[in-house]
């Protein structure tokens, strides 16, 4: 039974930095993408960034370029986000989906999802 599994979410003040961890059982990262969406209050579920297994090639979101970073590590079966320079507007559930094949930035292509880890920015 393919399974994901969230952590690492919690408060920290803008600036700060958090690292969120996806792992993954029931199958193996080599040949899946996995994405991390964000979802906040009222608001539609956003793509954040996704890894694709076969190569490791990523994409992120525009309004995360440069601060946050996704990897893979296939020995534990498990993807990371690093999220540094934390920003208010970053505050979300924070989601990892996975997907065979390719990335895809649309939640709709994700049939496999965790419980979400909540994400709060502030002082």
């Known amino acids: 039974q393919l399974q994901l599994v969230e952590s690492g979410g919690g408060l920290v003040q803008p600036g700060g930095s958090l690292r969120l961890s996806c792992a993954a059982s029931?199958?193996?990262?080599?040949?899946?993408?996995i994405g991390w969406f964000r979802q906040a209050p009222g608001k539609e579920r956003e793509g954040v960034s996704c890894i694709a297994g076969s190569g490791g090639s990523t994409n992120y979101a525009d309004s995360v370029k440069g601060r946050f970073t996704i990897s893979g590590d296939n020995a534990k079966n498990t993807v990371y986000l690093q999220m540094n320079s934390l920003k208010p507007e970053d505050t979300a559930v924070y989601y990892c989906?996975?997907?065979?094949?390719?990335?895809?930035?649309?939640?709709?292509?994700?049939?496999?999802w965790g419980q979400g880890t909540q994400v709060t920015v502030s002082s």
């Open positions: 029931g199958f193996t990262l080599d040949y899946y993408a």
């Open positions: 989906a996975a997907r065979s094949s390719y990335c895809s930035g649309y939640a709709s292509g994700y049939p496999y």
